[in-house]
């Protein structure tokens, strides 16, 4: 497994390449977009992927959870990836309990499968000034708090003028008139990742996560340029 890296991005909070965040004084670990059983499902309707993506999830997991010791570990949405085998799904899920003292499951859009359905779901989830949800759906956030979403996968296209180009995932931080809102980079290894626009009139900031570094890039005339000539390329796993 590759080197990790991780760095403040918010008192007590920092982001670790390896795409979670990690709040060191109230003890949560949170992960978006895990599109467990990705793999199986696009087999099952007939396309030719690899059995491949479950392991390098839980062993990523793992790794992060023996790192940080967590009180309490937040799947924000997207756990799994449609239809999956309920013994499978089953075992993933003890698996997943036995990772810190307390599991909340955040449901997302691709949660909604008969299987899925049986794991204890919760539309949101709320910590001292922290309010999580997926992001498909438009909830009511506390004033004041900050608002922790998933679901939009959102990425980085990176150029060096020469025609090379390379996407990597980030972690995404917005603030529109007074309201501010985190974006969780997916967790899922077939998460193509779609390159993030800023909000008009806004501050964001985007974090860009590889594999043993992470840097920032401000909301400027320079990280305009930056996004302003990246190919939209969208991502298969955000869609219903």
Partial sequence: ????VSVPVFPEVVLDSRLALVHQGQGWLAVADLHYGFSEAMRASGGLFPVWGDAPIEERLGALCAEYQPETLIINGDLVHGRVRREAFGGFLQRLARLAPRLVLVG???????TARAA???ESYSVPGF???HGHLALPVPEGIVEVTGHHHPAVMLRDGAGLR?????FVTEEVGG???????????WAGGTVWNDE???????????????WPMENNLGSREVSSTCQ?????????
């Fill in 120 to 122: 204890a779901f919760v």
């Fill in 108 to 114: 997302g859009n691709h949660d909604r499968s008969p």
């Fill in 131 to 133: 309010f999580f949800h």
């Fill in 232 to 240: 939209m390329l969208p991502d298969p796993l955000t869609k219903e």
């Fill in 1 to 4: 497994m590759a080197a990790s």
């Fill in 200 to 214: 008009e009139g806004g501050i964001t900031q985007r974090w860009v996560c590889g594999p043993n570094r992470i």
């Fill in 166 to 170: 390379l996407k990597l995932p980030a």
């Fill in 179 to 189: 309201r501010v809102r985190w974006i969780l980079p997916a967790f899922s290894p």
